[in-house]
């Protein structure tokens, strides 16, 4: 293995070794708390623009599994583990974790104390940071000017295409493809529903057109507030049909609605994190990835409420939309290799679309 370092914003450096792509790359260093679903991970649209740093020490252990990509491949910018596995043990791998982020262009750092790392996030803050195999004098410049940005558009399926139904086709859902997981679909069509993924920029009139029975506003990466665009034919689409939005789908439904967001010091990332749905007083653990939160506060009482919270920080994790027939979730319901104890949010779209009541 090659020397390789990381240079963070703050001009902190630590020295590893390469792994994966050889190269240099920039990107918003972040850090997943996950134990297992690496492989989910990677394929996340969601990390789109950022770093993915592993807080679990040793990455790569069951190999890498085509079967449960969430998307096409990896979307990250980079990887940083404490130790990469070379002999994972699984049969259903089929090919080590260094070989896919090879075959994906995706430069890697291992052997770098990734405690410290995470400590350092979680204190300053999310930050940018650079892998490189030549340590340069100082911060170099692009690594203090990047920013996410054009990622919903880079992820997004380029042509609309349908995905039938498991056996009868009950309902028919549209589902706006920010940056969408394929668990989310795979969810909905094992429910019998007929799903029509459709690119981040198509029209509400064009969405309507197709006659869905309920549209389905998916996760994705970045800023919500730069998707401005798709705010605007989210408010044309408001009180029409059903809606359910997850993760970016939940914030740009909030900001549709007349609500803010806002950047989160280090976001939340992981299968590990508690919510509490207000209503019941019942704490579900959930799977997330987002570094943005809907300002719970900013919702108009009279067209929602905040749902559920985050029982780490109080931040808004799901809201009820009474007036628009609508509920989103911060979280993930469809958590692939995670937990579970939130997939009945997709029955109760199911009851949406079949004239039941929020």
């Given at each position: 293995?090659?020397?390789?370092?990381?240079?963070?914003?703050?001009?902190?450096?630590?020295?590893?070794?390469?792994?994966?792509?050889?190269?240099?790359?920039?990107?918003?260093?972040?850090?997943?708390?996950?134990?297992?679903?690496?492989?989910?991970?990677?394929?996340?649209?969601?990390?789109a623009?950022?770093i993915?740093?592993?807080?679990?020490?040793?990455?790569?252990?069951y190999?890498?599994?085509?079967?449960?990509?969430e998307?096409?491949?990896?979307?990250?910018r980079?990887?940083?583990?404490?130790?990469?596995?070379?002999?994972?043990?699984?049969f259903?791998?089929?090919?080590?974790?260094?070989?896919?982020?090879?075959?994906?262009?995706?430069?890697g750092?291992?052997?770098?104390?990734?405690?410290?790392?995470?400590?350092?996030?979680?204190?300053?803050?999310?930050?940018?940071?650079?892998?490189?195999?030549?340590?340069?004098?100082?911060?170099?410049?692009?690594?203090?000017?990047?920013?996410?940005?054009g990622?919903?558009?880079?992820?997004?399926?380029?042509?609309?295409?349908?995905?039938?139904?498991?056996?009868?086709?009950?309902?028919r859902?549209?589902?706006?493809?920010y940056?969408?997981?394929?668990?989310?679909?795979?969810?909905l069509?094992?429910?019998?529903?007929?799903?029509?993924?459709?690119?981040?920029?198509?029209?509400?009139?064009?969405?309507?057109?197709?006659?869905?029975d309920?549209?389905?506003?998916?996760?994705?990466?970045?800023?919500?507030?730069?998707?401005a665009?798709?705010?605007?034919?989210?408010?044309?689409?408001l009180?029409?049909?059903?809606?359910?939005?997850i993760?970016?789908?939940?914030?740009?439904?909030?900001?549709?609605?007349?609500?803010?967001?806002?950047?989160?010091?280090?976001?939340?990332?992981?299968?590990?994190?508690p919510?509490?749905?207000?209503?019941?007083?019942?704490?579900?653990?959930?799977?997330?990835?987002?570094?943005?939160?809907?300002?719970?506060?900013?919702?108009?009482?009279?067209?929602?409420?905040v749902?559920?919270?985050?029982?780490?920080?109080?931040?808004?994790?799901?809201?009820?939309?009474?007036?628009?027939?609508?509920?989103?979730?911060?979280?993930?319901?469809?958590?692939?290799?995670?937990?579970?104890?939130?997939?009945?949010?997709?029955?109760?779209?199911?009851?949406?679309?079949?004239?039941?009541?929020?």
């Open positions: 293995m090659s020397k390789v370092y990381i240079i963070l914003e703050n001009g902190r450096v630590f020295e590893g070794n390469s792994f994966g792509a050889v190269g240099e790359t920039v990107g918003e260093l972040v850090f997943t708390t996950g134990v297992v679903g690496y492989v989910e991970t990677l394929t996340d649209p969601s990390y623009g950022q993915i740093m592993h807080t679990f020490p040793q990455i790569g252990n190999g890498i599994i085509p079967e449960d990509f998307s096409g491949g990896c979307h990250a980079g990887v940083v583990v404490r130790e990469h596995c070379i002999t994972p043990s699984n259903r791998s089929q090919e080590t974790l260094d070989e896919f982020l090879k075959a994906q262009n995706i430069i750092i291992c052997g770098v104390d990734t405690r410290e790392l995470t400590q350092l996030i979680r204190e300053a803050g999310v930050m940018n940071a650079m892998i490189t195999p030549d340590l340069p004098e100082g911060v170099p410049e692009k690594v203090k000017a990047y920013k996410v940005s990622v919903v558009a880079e992820t997004s399926t380029k042509k609309p295409y349908t995905v039938p139904s498991q056996g009868e086709t009950k309902h859902v549209a589902l706006m493809d940056g969408a997981k394929q668990n989310i679909i795979r969810e069509v094992s429910l019998g529903c007929e799903v029509s993924v459709l690119p981040y920029n198509t029209k509400a009139e064009d969405v309507l057109a197709l006659k869905p309920g549209i389905m506003l998916s996760n994705g990466a970045g800023d919500p507030a730069e998707n665009d798709c705010v605007e034919e989210i408010k044309k689409l009180g029409k049909l059903p809606i359910f939005g993760c970016l789908g939940h914030q740009l439904l909030a900001l549709a609605a007349g609500g803010k967001t806002e950047k989160l010091k280090y976001g939340h990332r992981g299968g590990n994190h919510v509490r749905e207000l209503e019941s007083g019942r704490v579900y653990i959930t799977s997330q990835n987002h570094g943005y939160a809907v300002v719970g506060s900013s919702i108009d009482k009279t067209i929602g409420r749902s559920y919270i985050n029982l780490n920080d109080n931040t808004c994790e799901g809201i009820v939309y009474p007036a628009y027939n609508a509920f989103s979730l911060q979280f993930h319901p469809e958590a692939h290799s995670g937990p579970r104890d939130m997939e009945f949010a997709f029955n109760r779209f199911i009851r949406l679309m079949e004239g039941g009541a929020l």
